[in-house]
């Protein structure tokens, strides 16, 4: 009768652990939200780069607002979330520990490239980062969506590093596209 009770606890503890997994933790939103910011910044330089009007080369110092832009709708949807859930996922900590570190390493990178005069490798370098961060944190949970398009974000990295800046710009604003925006719409398809 108790060897019953433990094999009845094992099951039950198996179900609760699998219905967890099948609640959604909401990281699409952070997907396509950042995916989007982050098209939006190199597309808009790229255009700045190869289009010889002045008056958008002249708006190429601005398109930074669309961070704090990003950051202001990450924290209301953050806060909303909080409203809602009583504990968070596993899932959630992977995603917020790994891009927010994906984000002090970028930013770092950046401001040591703006002083050290090696913009050309900052573009690479946040492909290959952005990828990297796509295809661990869909290890981790389970994506295997994610991890093929981490590793199509890795690759635009290492073919950025023979292109002129321009095209650097280009093939980043397709890096967010493929490793955020793609994933990002799947996941919420499928309530992940």
Known sequence: ???????????????????????????????????????????????????????????????????????????????????????????????????SGFAFAYITIYLAAEFGSFNYIVIPIFCSLLGLTVFVTGGIVNERFSIIMGIVGMLFGAYCLKLEVSQQCFLASLACLFTCIVPGVKMKIQRV
């Open 1 to 99: 009768m108790e060897n019953l009770d433990v094999k009845q606890s094992i099951k039950t503890i198996e179900q609760a652990v699998q219905e967890a997994r099948r609640v959604p933790h909401g990281a699409y939103y952070y997907f396509i939200l950042w995916g989007i910011i982050l098209f939006l910044y190199y597309i808009l330089n790229y255009f700045a780069l190869t289009n010889s009007d002045p008056a958008l080369s002249g708006l190429q110092g601005w398109f930074w607002v669309v961070f704090p832009i990003g950051g202001f709708l990450s924290s209301r949807r953050s806060k909303q979330d909080d409203l809602k859930e009583t504990a968070k996922s596993i899932a959630d900590k992977v995603y917020l520990f790994a891009f």
